[in-house]
């Protein structure tokens, strides 16, 4: 499979095909998806790029964020008849972002390269900081909880989430997927000073569906709801029945996985928030 430029049918010019990984702070955002009336963050990297490429760029991300919603590692990619060295590329763009949105790097990739439609995987975390006091510098950055969580509960919950199950009950109402069925590959919650992290990969995610199933785990942190009670939630594929969605601020898309024809050429990078030592 070559990485050379393809010649495009309308202008007999070569083509690129780049792959981004996208780093930024979603509190001033209404979302990734690009929106007539609001701001999305599609729109403003877009508008970046395409005053570097001296042309019009889209650019198509492995997955969407809700409003409010951060991102460590979005993977996304955009194709363009302009050719420019990678690190012109990264300057460049970098320079036109505004301060919470940054490229952290750019790969050259195969034409038939397709962030969203070639992931195999996504992999979010969610962070929750449970202390007393509220946070000032990490404001909108974490969710916080002042009451003290079962940390025990959460887990033995949590471990309940890997796996193939029918996920109606923590889709949002506005969920526009065909079908609820998601693969989980792992759920895994653990402590990490004064946070709590949760990490979860699966095929795809349902609309809300992370801060759905946080909204349950802190509900069974509180010990609002025993940890059994999120198997007869899950099987009731009633989202009224469920907690209340969890907020935006401590989630962050943190990376997309590939086959490893792509993978292998895509730079490796931190998985977690900057700002954050956690294990990989």
Excluded at 43 to 56: D, F, P
Excluded at 105 to 134: C, G, S, V
Excluded at 170 to 179: L, V
Excluded at 213 to 221: E, Q, R, S, V
């Amino acid at each position: 499979m070559s990485m050379t430029p393809t010649t495009s049918a309308l202008t007999a010019a070569p083509t690129y095909t780049l792959a981004i990984a996208v780093e930024f702070l979603g509190t001033h955002y209404r979302g990734w998806q690009r929106q007539k009336e609001v701001t999305g963050v599609q729109a403003v990297l877009e508008s970046a790029i395409s005053k570097v490429a001296n042309e019009t760029i889209e650019v198509v991300a492995a997955g969407r964020t809700d409003a409010g919603v951060h991102a460590s590692n979005m993977i996304a990619h955009f194709v363009t008849t302009a050719y420019r060295p990678t690190n012109n590329w990264l300057r460049g763009v970098n320079s036109l972002l505004p301060d919470d949105i940054a490229l952290r790097w750019i790969q050259p990739m195969p034409e038939d390269f397709h962030a969203r439609f070639k992931a195999i995987a996504r992999r979010y975390r969610y962070i929750t900081l449970n202390q007393p006091q509220r946070p000032a510098i990490l404001k909108n950055q974490v969710t916080h909880i002042y009451e003290p969580l079962d940390l025990p509960a959460m887990q033995q919950a949590a471990a309940y989430i890997t796996g193939t199950h029918d996920f109606s009950s923590y889709r949002a109402a506005a969920c526009q997927s065909n079908q609820p069925v998601r693969t989980v590959s792992h759920a895994r919650l653990f402590q990490h000073g004064a946070f709590i992290v949760f990490d979860i990969q699966a095929d795809g995610f349902l609309h809300h569906m992370v801060r759905n199933l946080m909204g349950t785990l802190h509900a069974i942190g509180k010990h609002e709801l025993q940890p059994h009670d999120f198997l007869e939630i899950l099987a009731k594929k009633d989202r009224t029945i469920a907690p209340p969605t969890a907020s935006g601020d401590g989630l962050y898309f943190i990376n997309a996985y590939y086959p490893h024809i792509y993978q292998d050429l895509l730079p490796e990078a931190p998985l977690t928030p900057v700002w954050i030592n956690l294990p990989e």
